[in-house]
């Protein structure tokens, strides 16, 4: 299926498929900047009455209730093969490791005074403590696993650049300093 690109301000784009072109060219788009990501909208209505279409709920007839998931994380990347209709638990089960943690890895907390590595995962506002494990690496294949288990196909997991030995492959290695 054939994409094309809208602009937005900012000099950013979204991409979607060509069959939407009509249906999403009846506004004007604009860039829209959340904490984790950043999406295509169009505000609605002035002052108080000011609302928030996204492009991806609008191109998938979102219902209430629901949220539509970027099964990349690219919010811009609006192309149907790409949206997923979920709840809000589901979306969150899909988001990427925090930019502001020190850990390379989702999941993998260092604790000085042991000298090791836990790794937790929440899931519905439960927390789960997986284990203690003697490096980061470990730790992070603990919750790749759980992950799997809990998220299922809305996993975002870890990459290491090698497989993990749960059947999961991931891209290049990196160096980590000692």
Not at 89 to 97: D, E, L, S, V, Y
Not at 106 to 127: L, S
Not at 144 to 167: C, P, Q, R, T, V
Request: with cysteine; aromatic share 12%; net charge positive.
């Amino acid at each position: 299926m054939s994409t094309i690109e809208i602009p937005l301000t900012k000099g950013k784009f979204a991409i979607i498929d060509f069959e939407d072109l009509e249906f999403v060219m009846r506004y004007k788009w604009h860039l829209g900047s959340r904490i984790r990501s950043q999406y295509a909208i169009k505000v609605l209505g002035k002052g108080d009455g000011k609302k928030y279409l996204r492009m991806h709920n609008y191109i998938m007839n979102c219902p209430n209730g629901k949220v539509v998931d970027h099964i990349d994380g690219d919010g811009l990347n609006n192309k149907k093969a790409n949206l997923r209709i979920c709840d809000d638990g589901q979306n969150k089960c899909n988001r990427k490791k925090s930019s502001t943690t020190k850990n390379r890895f989702k999941g993998a907390i260092f604790r000085e005074r042991n000298n090791r590595w836990i790794c937790q995962i929440t899931h519905k506002k439960k927390r789960y403590y997986v284990g203690e494990f003697k490096t980061e690496i470990e730790a992070a294949q603990a919750y790749n696993k759980k992950a799997k288990e809990l998220f299922g196909d809305f996993s975002n997991l870890n990459d290491f650049g090698w497989s993990d030995g749960f059947g999961f492959s991931y891209g290049k290695p990196q160096a980590q300093a000692i």
